[in-house]
């Protein structure tokens, strides 16, 4: 017996590996991700909300190893929903996951369509989520209720610069103490004038150290001389004694009753210096000692008394 069908069963067998062999070829180049679907998931902690209030978006990606890119919101943008963080995911175990704040500025049921994510080139999508936006209630007056007001805790640096404050003040207080209680006060110091008897005594006496006359200087020592008893005269009698000539000196003295027992010495002793200086007379030399002590003796007998019970009354 003849067969004739083995040359077709031959072209089977060789058709079968040829496609075999193509099927092979396509799933070695297919990506593996098509052998896994991935699954975009968005959730929201609550589906009711009022106007305005923030909610959280939660964001899951699974399985996935390749890191998303950034999600396109502008379809929910157009709803009047408003994204309030950076886009940032986070990788877990399984995939990314993320989680936003929004908030919905359009009152009743909304529904947000799918979201749109890229990843490995290809655009994934989520699934799509319903919310009932509420306005704001409002009473019978047309007003909102008031909230309540939210207090803030109390802390020490609410009280920080009334206490640095405080603390300043006490220390300007205390300087300003320990300054009145330990400054000493400076003593005022009252030079009281001596009288004119004193210091014509003590310019005498400065005199006789100089030693004028001793040294031939007799002009020098007689025009000092005159000088000490003339300035004596117009501060214990107030006449102008340093100006004028010795008569109208003596003229003007006549007048007071604590001088006249003394004009003739002092007439003496005004007249002889004004010839020594004038006329160049050359006196004895025992005339300036004798000078000397009788301007001494006339200055000592004129001085001002004062009486003892005014004294006593201004030391006390």
Same mark, same amino acid.
């Given at each position: 017996?003849?067969?004739?069908?083995?040359?077709?069963?031959?072209?089977?067998?060789?058709?079968?590996?040829?496609?075999?062999?193509?099927?092979?070829?396509?799933?070695?180049?297919?990506?593996?991700?098509?052998?896994?679907?991935?699954?975009?998931?968005?959730?929201?902690?609550?589906?009711?909300?009022?106007?305005?209030?923030?909610?959280?978006?939660?964001?899951?990606?699974?399985?996935?190893?390749?890191?998303?890119?950034?999600?396109?919101?502008?379809?929910?943008?157009?709803?009047?929903?408003?994204?309030?963080?950076?886009?940032?995911?986070?990788?877990?175990?399984?995939?990314?996951?993320?989680?936003?704040?929004?908030?919905?500025?359009?009152?009743?049921?909304?529904?947000?369509?799918?979201?749109?994510?890229?990843?490995?080139?290809?655009?994934?999508?989520?699934?799509?989520?319903?919310?009932?936006?509420?306005?704001?209630?409002?009473?019978?007056?047309?007003?909102?209720?008031?909230?309540?007001?939210?207090?803030?805790?109390?802390?020490?640096?609410?009280?920080?610069?009334?206490?640095?404050?405080?603390?300043?003040?006490?220390?300007?207080?205390?300087?300003?103490?320990?300054?009145?209680?330990?400054?000493?006060?400076?003593?005022?110091?009252?030079?009281?004038?001596?009288?004119?008897?004193?210091?014509?005594?003590?310019?005498?006496?400065?005199?006789?150290?100089?030693? /004028?006359?001793?040294?031939? @200087? =007799? &002009?020098?020592?007689? #025009?000092?001389?005159?000088? $000490? +008893?003339? %300035?004596? /005269?117009?501060?214990?009698? @107030? =006449? &102008?004694?340093?100006? #004028?000539?010795?008569?109208? $000196? +003596?003229? %003007?003295?006549?007048?007071?009753?604590?001088?006249?027992?003394?004009?003739?010495?002092?007439?003496?002793?005004?007249?002889?210096?004004?010839?020594?200086?004038?006329?160049?007379?050359?006196?004895?030399?025992?005339?300036?000692?004798?000078?000397?002590?009788?301007?001494?003796?006339?200055?000592?007998?004129?001085?001002?008394?004062?009486?003892?019970?005014?004294?006593?009354?201004?030391?006390?």
């Amino acid at each position: 017996m003849r067969t004739i069908a083995k040359p077709a069963l031959i072209q089977k067998v060789r058709s079968f590996w040829a496609h075999g062999i193509v099927l092979l070829a396509l799933l070695a180049f297919c990506p593996q991700d098509l052998h896994a679907q991935v699954s975009f998931e968005c959730r929201v902690d609550s589906n009711k909300m009022l106007i305005g209030d923030q909610r959280s978006l939660y964001l899951q990606l699974s399985p996935a190893s390749t890191s998303p890119g950034p999600i396109d919101f502008s379809a929910w943008e157009s709803e009047g929903v408003e994204i309030l963080d950076n886009q940032q995911w986070n990788q877990t175990t399984n995939g990314f996951e993320q989680q936003l704040t929004f908030a919905v500025f359009d009152t009743g049921y909304v529904v947000l369509p799918p979201l749109i994510l890229q990843i490995a080139g290809d655009s994934i999508y989520s699934n799509d989520l319903a919310l009932e936006v509420q306005g704001i209630m409002l009473d019978s007056t047309g007003l909102a209720p008031i909230k309540p007001i939210l207090k803030e805790p109390v802390r020490l640096s609410d009280f920080l610069l009334y206490i640095i404050v405080f603390l300043v003040g006490l220390l300007i207080i205390g300087l300003v103490f320990l300054r009145k209680k330990y400054t000493a006060v400076p003593e005022e110091i009252v030079e009281v004038p001596l009288p004119p008897h004193q210091i014509a005594l003590m310019s005498l006496e400065k005199l006789k150290g100089k030693k /004028l006359w001793q040294q031939g @200087k =007799i &002009k020098e020592y007689q #025009s000092e001389l005159t000088h $000490i +008893i003339r %300035e004596y /005269l117009e501060n214990r009698f @107030k =006449i &102008k004694a340093l100006e #004028s000539t010795t008569g109208e $000196i +003596i003229s %003007e003295l006549g007048k007071k009753d604590q001088v006249r027992d003394w004009l003739e010495q002092l007439s003496q002793i005004l007249n002889m210096a004004d010839l020594i200086k004038f006329a160049k007379a050359k006196p004895e030399l025992g005339v300036h000692d004798q000078f000397m002590q009788m301007a001494e003796s006339f200055i000592i007998g004129t001085k001002e008394t004062i009486d003892q019970s005014v004294q006593t009354e201004e030391e006390e």
